[in-house]
């Protein structure tokens, strides 16, 4: 049997898509004669905790722990609620304060090419005896944090181990990057450490076409495409929210924050009764406060239930009863290339989805090809105010329904043998 180690910072008790992608691999991977070790910090920071994925861990998981210098941890003494929200990724661009600018500098200027740096050099050195004594085939990194990538650079270069570097995210182009204020030197070395790793790794792999199309362009190492997927047992029995709700089920971190559609939910209240009588938009998540008060200044404030974060398995039953659901990112160049985690649970959810997003985004294709919901642009209008109408007649009539197709391909399971075929 074959044998990886796989590092990684996120792990249970943390939350959110990160942590599932390879709590799901590794649930798996012994199907496929692998057998996973993992490598994670002691006592990191998670500005967001899900206590419910500890129970998904397999029992006989073999896992190594090392402590973790935390940075953030520090700056909390100074504004707790500051650090957790950049910490988190939400990065507000208005009525920044001066202490929120300087953490911002900080962060982007001296902790390149993130906060988690200061793990990278004491965990090479305790997962060189690891490797020996394991007697490890492979070894796979995932980031963000990106910092992790380093810890398999060095790893490489020291053991010449095949490597394999899984991003979750792009680094340089992830949307949050330009908002670090970024002198020159360091945005210079961020991509001087990107090149390195993509250069040097075996493998690379991504979770969107586009991020394949730019690693591609820097490297001539293999780039495989492995989208995030689902991994839930969804029953036929799920009682439907008697209203008709649209749920955004997910961070709303600053500027994901469609006007369109507040315009639209705004005009379908002022002018259906019936929709005003059974509209509920439901936030269910993170929502960054822009991102609120845009909603609130179109008014939809009465017809809005913001229910804060919820555990994994909660939001799996909230796709599941939704009458609708949201999906949105933000409105550029650079966000074309992000999934979100969440869409593969959304398609197997069968509730039609109603994506947001960036124009040739790649969700667009996704969605399209398994037949499960329809996207707009930031600058439709119209056409998104006909869904709506067109799914509110048939809620109406109780007949508001969704078969997606071809879903197969994104089962958990499916994409671990995937994954396998590359080690």
Partial sequence: MKKVLIIAYYWPPAGGPGVQ???????????????????????????????????????????????????????????????????????????????????????????????????????????TKIINQEQVDTIITTGPPHSVHLIGLRLKKQLHIKWLADFR?????????????????????????????????????????????????ITNKPVVLITNGYD????????????????????????????????????????NEDFRNSFRLQLIGVVS???LDTVYKYGLEKWT??????????????????????????????????IPGKLFEYMAANRPILGLGPKNWDVDAIISSTKSGVTFTYNQKAELKTVLLKWFEAFKLGELQNKPENLTAYSRRELTRKLVKNL
């Fill in 21 to 127: 992608r390879w709590l799901k691999f590794i649930k798996y991977l012994k199907d496929f004669d692998v057998e996973p070790v993992l490598y994670i910090p002691e006592n990191p920071h998670y500005p967001i905790q899900d206590e419910t994925l500890i129970g998904e861990i397999p029992l006989d998981l073999k896992i190594y722990r090392h402590p973790i210098f935390e940075p953030y941890k520090a700056a909390s003494v100074f504004s707790s609620k500051k650090t957790r929200r950049i910490s988190s990724g939400i990065i507000q661009t208005k009525k920044q304060s001066v202490l929120e600018k300087l953490f911002l500098w900080i962060r982007g200027n001296l902790f390149i090419p993130d906060a988690r740096k200061f793990w990278v050099t004491p965990s090479v050195k305790h997962l």
């Fill in 169 to 217: 995210d792009p680094w340089t182009t992830i949307g949050y990057h330009k908002k670090l204020k970024l002198t020159q030197w360091a945005a210079a070395k961020h991509k001087e450490l990107e090149k390195n790793v993509l250069t040097n790794a075996d493998t690379i792999i991504v979770t969107s076409p586009s991020t394949k199309t730019e690693f591609e362009a």
């Fill in 232 to 271: 839930t047992e969804f029953g036929n029995n799920v009682v439907l929210d008697q209203k008709f709700t649209l749920s955004h089920i997910g961070s709303l971190l600053t500027g994901r924050n469609p006007h369109n559609l507040w315009q639209v939910l705004r005009e379908l209240v002022d002018e």
């Fill in 289 to 291: 406060k822009d991102v």
């Fill in 305 to 338: 239930d913001v229910l804060g974060y919820q555990t994994h398995k909660n939001a799996i039953k909230q796709q599941q009863k939704s009458q609708a659901l949201l999906l949105v990112e933000i409105n550029s160049e650079e966000t074309k290339g992000i």
